[in-house]
């Protein structure tokens, strides 16, 4: 007969699951969704594919920074968030940066 101290309770196992839960969604980075670029008619399109859910654009005129929202509300189009921008004027970086 096993004695009872070594039979694991319910409370003792739920537990040890959640910890592991914690542990594997600590080890998993979330890592932004490529941003990708077109031009059409005379615009920039700025793209990201729908599971982007969670990002937002940011933009700076140096790689160095410093960064901060765009400002602009994407469409919906062909399955990825658009982001329309007039083509011209001085140097601008994106990126996506998860909330």
Do not use: Y
């Not at 914690?22 to 932004?32: G, H, I, Y």
């Not at 990825?80 to 601008?92: E, I, M, N, P, R």
């Amino acid at each position: 007969m096993i004695p009872n101290e070594s039979i694991p309770t319910r409370r003792s196992l739920l537990s040890r699951l959640k910890s592991w839960d914690n542990e594997m969604v600590a080890s998993c980075p979330l890592e932004a969704p490529e941003l990708g670029i077109s031009r059409e008619q005379g615009q920039l399109v700025l793209m990201a594919p729908l599971h982007a859910v969670g990002f937002h654009l940011m933009t700076a005129e140096s790689l160095n920074g410093p960064w901060q929202d765009a400002g602009m509300t994407p469409t919906v189009m062909n399955d990825h968030f658009c982001w329309a921008l007039q083509a011209g004027g001085g140097a601008k970086f994106f990126r996506l940066q998860s909330r």
